[in-house]
């Protein structure tokens, strides 16, 4: 989700929020087919410069991987298990620029653009009966709801350490799942509650 208090004069913001969403939907297509781990180690590190570019700070590039850490290291172990290191290591690399990479998008992007975008984009739906605003509200909602889920997992992390609950990951993860659930249960009734 866009901040507003942060400089919205970038390249990056700048760019077309429906060009966004096509290299968005473009790359996570061609990131699928990626196994050599030098393609997704330069994938990360454009990234990386994407993030520099745009002025975001070093925390707020780390943020969309906190959460996922253990999962990560979950999926990586299941993948030594199942095939070898190397692909358990593509996979992790490809799920951390995925993050990255939309994270990028709706740090960028306000809520407004990413609507008015998707709706272009899915503007043709609408000749084979298919409302293409309640797809790319759909869609917005499942984007921003990944900075969200980090901002969620941060703040729930720096109450448990105030509790004296140092690094304990039962005692963050279970509230955030909780807090998400009621988000989105607060969003659906929002949303319903406009006649969608």
Same mark, same amino acid.
């Given at each position: 989700m866009l901040d507003m208090n942060e400089p919205y004069h970038s390249s990056i913001h700048r760019v077309s929020p429906k060009l966004?969403?096509?290299?968005?939907? +473009? %790359? &996570?297509?061609? =990131?699928?087919?990626?196994t050599n781990l030098w393609v997704l180690s330069i994938s990360l590190?454009?990234? @990386? +410069? =994407?993030? %520099?570019?745009a002025k975001i700070t070093l925390k707020k590039l780390f943020m969309p991987l906190r959460p996922i850490a253990i999962i990560a290291c979950i999926i990586f172990l299941v993948q030594v298990g199942t095939?070898? @290191?190397l692909s358990g290591l593509a996979v992790? #690399?490809?799920?951390?620029?995925?993050?990255? #990479?939309? &994270?990028l998008i $709706?740090? $960028?992007t306000s809520t407004s653009e990413l609507l008015d975008g998707l709706n272009s984009l899915l503007r043709v739906l609408s000749y084979v009966g298919v409302n293409p605003k309640k797809i790319s509200l759909s869609l917005?909602? !499942?984007?921003? #709801?990944i900075p969200l889920m980090v901002s969620i997992f941060e703040e729930i992390r720096i109450a448990q350490r105030s509790r004296g609950l140092e690094d304990s990951f039962i005692s963050t993860i279970i509230p955030t799942i909780i807090k998400m659930l009621k988000t989105a249960e607060d969003i659906a009734? !929002?949303?319903e509650s406009r006649g969608w």
């Open positions: 966004k969403l096509i290299v968005l939907v +473009m %790359f &996570s297509i061609g =990131l699928c087919f990626i590190g454009v990234i @990386w +410069m =994407l993030y %520099f570019i095939n070898n @290191w992790v #690399f490809r799920l951390s620029i995925l993050l990255l #990479f939309s &994270s $709706t740090l $960028t917005s909602l !499942a984007i921003r #709801f009734e !929002a949303i």
